[in-house]
């Protein structure tokens, strides 16, 4: 850790290696980034390869060559979830004896009938573990937080989720269970990323609480959209990040995240243009909206 970094202040950046990382990744990326160097602290980077069947070959030395060019630096080695599937199977274990999860043999055509939480069909089946998911029990009550940029959000994990998985039927992990574990084991105090991960937070809180486990602070940032409503993506064919535009698109970031620029940093290069918005990041500038229109962007 460099001397000038703070301990009280761990932020992360997490993408998923399914494509490359395009203009909406670089927004949270560059978020992410700025908050936690404005105070001092720390910034990881962690590869959330949960899912190898959508992974795309070579997308994380990708990813991280990106990243190198955009100017980012982080501290300590990447880490990758893949690494960390003893510590999931553990605690998913533990949650079996407990009686707070249990395994769950429905089928996707059988949930397509019943569509919003799930309707609690094997909730208390006893069924075998093998060849089945396992779900989390939740409670019927209400979980809310106070998000930095997009206020208070609520959720009721009875009506509105229902117990979800935490281990799919073939045996992958559950994004809601790996990124509580790893932000926790990695000690991780302020999770910043798009607006699309909002909803999931309540599940990561509760599951926060039944572990004993530190909640972290959330800032979740405006998701950029395309004319047709679809947020910027891999699967909407988003254009990679190219190394010659970093700078042009550095700037284009931090308009959309409501901070400043200057004229002169058009000729700078990456590593310049993130030293120069370090001192002057502001969080309360964030647009508070979960979406942006990329066409507004330019």
Known sequence: ???????????????????????????????????????????????????????????????????????????????????????????????????????????????????????????????????????????????????????????????????????????LFAYQLAVVLDDAWQGVTDVVRGADLLDSTPRQLYLQELLGLPQPRYLHVPLIIQPDGHKLGKRYRSPPLQPAEATPLLLRALRALGQPTATELSDALPGEVLAWAIPRWNADRIPRTRTLAEAQLR
């Open 1 to 171: 850790m460099p001397s000038s970094a703070s301990p009280s202040y761990i932020g992360r950046f997490a993408p998923t290696p399914s494509g490359h990382l395009h203009f909406g990744s670089l927004i949270a990326a560059l978020a992410s980034y700025l908050d936690a160097r404005a105070v001092g602290g720390r910034w990881l980077l962690r590869m959330e390869d949960l899912d190898p069947p959508r992974e795309m070959p070579g997308a994380q030395a990708a990813i991280v060559e990106s990243l190198q060019r955009y100017g980012f630096e982080w501290d300590g080695e990447m880490q990758r979830q893949s690494d960390r599937h003893d510590a999931y199977e553990e605690v998913i274990e533990r949650l079996l004896r407990a009686g707070l999860a249990y395994p769950c043999v429905c089928s996707r055509k059988q949930l397509e009938a019943h569509p919003g939480a799930y309707p609690g069909f094997c909730r208390d089946a006893n069924q075998p573990k093998e060849d089945a998911a396992i779900r989390l029990r939740v409670p019927n009550l209400e979980y809310g937080f106070t998000d930095r940029v997009q206020g208070e959000y609520r959720q009721h994990l009875g009506r509105e989720v229902g117990d979800f998985v935490i281990r799919r039927r073939d045996g």
